[in-house]
Every structure is written in C-alpha cells, then in structure tokens.
C-alpha cells in the first residue's frame, strides 16, 4: 500500500483580496483528485465573501502501487479528461509497462496505457531529433510492436493525427 503522507499543500487564491488558504491531502488524494477545496474551505473567501479563486498544488508523481490502483479501479480518474496525455511520459514507462504485462485491468485503463505509449512515440517523432528522443522513441516502438494484440484493441482510442505518425513505425496493419 502507498505510505500515508500528508505532504500535499493545496492553495487557494481569492482573486479579489489574495487571501490564501490552504488544505493539506495525502499523495494518494492528490494523485486522484479525492479532494474537494470548496467542501474543505467553504465557498467564499474568509476574508472578503467572493467566491472567485484560484487554486494550485503540486501534482505528486505516480509511482507503481498509485499507477496500479488507478488502473485496476474505473472510478479513478488522474484528471478529469485527456488523462493519456498526463501518462504519456518517460518516467512513467517502466511501470506502465510493468502494469501492462503483470496485471489484470479493465478495457478503458488498458486502452489509455496503450494510448499514452503511442503519444511517447508521437511527441519524440515531431519534437526534434535529438539522440536521447531517438533511443526513448526506439524502446517505445519496441514496446508497442511486442504488444500489437493490445494497440489493436485500443485502436478505436488513439487520436488519427497520433496513429498517421506512429503506426508507419510499427509496421502495423489493423
Ligand atoms: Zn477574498
């Protein structure tokens, strides 16, 4: 299980007087999104009633047992949309793939890690082609033509403009 750590600091900003107040949550909620500002700091500023804030916190890192979790739960959500895009780093693709060949997870979460391996390969094609992109694009591609029954199936989620660069790489035919 994850460590209890109640390190995360949420601010909240009222964008009328800058009053801030703050929320402390645990690596896993905030990971998750399992907080709610405004049930834990009311709705309006304490120091002058507006209701307009802003808000920021740091998002934690995603280790194994996090990535593991989020992916075995359909209720768990990184972000509210576009969550392949927040996985779709190399410091995430170790345990990525280790979710990916050791565990048994529901269609979406599988699709989405799929999904998020493609944009790898994608944002390392069109950024630039320095020798580190090349090597981490070349493991990815590797990665992928190893998993071809798995992408197959997460065709249907992978943006177009993402399978026109990427799937040419793989010599992949759906
Ligand atoms: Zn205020």
Redesign the pocket.
């Known amino acids: 299980m994850t460590q209890i750590d109640y390190t995360y600091k949420i601010e909240r900003t009222?964008t009328?007087?800058?009053?801030t107040d703050e929320l402390i949550v645990t690596k896993r909620e905030a990971a998750f999104e399992l907080f709610s500002v405004s049930n834990a700091l009311g709705k309006t500023?304490?120091?002058?009633?507006?209701l307009s804030f802003s808000t920021s916190y740091p998002r934690p890192d995603l280790d194994f047992d996090l990535l593991k979790e989020w992916a075995t739960n359909v209720d768990l959500r990184l972000m509210p949309q576009d969550e392949e895009l927040l996985l779709a780093d190399e410091k995430y693709l170790d345990i990525i793939l280790r979710v990916l060949d050791t565990i048994s997870i529901p269609d979406r979460k599988r699709n989405l890690l799929m999904d998020a391996l493609c944009i790898i390969v994608y944002d390392n094609t069109i950024d630039d082609n320095s020798l580190h992109h090349e090597q981490l694009k070349a493991r990815v591609i590797k990665e992928l033509k190893k998993r071809k029954d798995l992408l197959k199936m997460a065709d249907g989620w992978i943006m177009d403009y993402i399978k026109n660069v990427v799937y040419p790489q793989l010599d992949l035919t759906i």
């Open positions: 009222c009328t007087c800058g009053h500023c304490k120091n002058c009633s507006s």
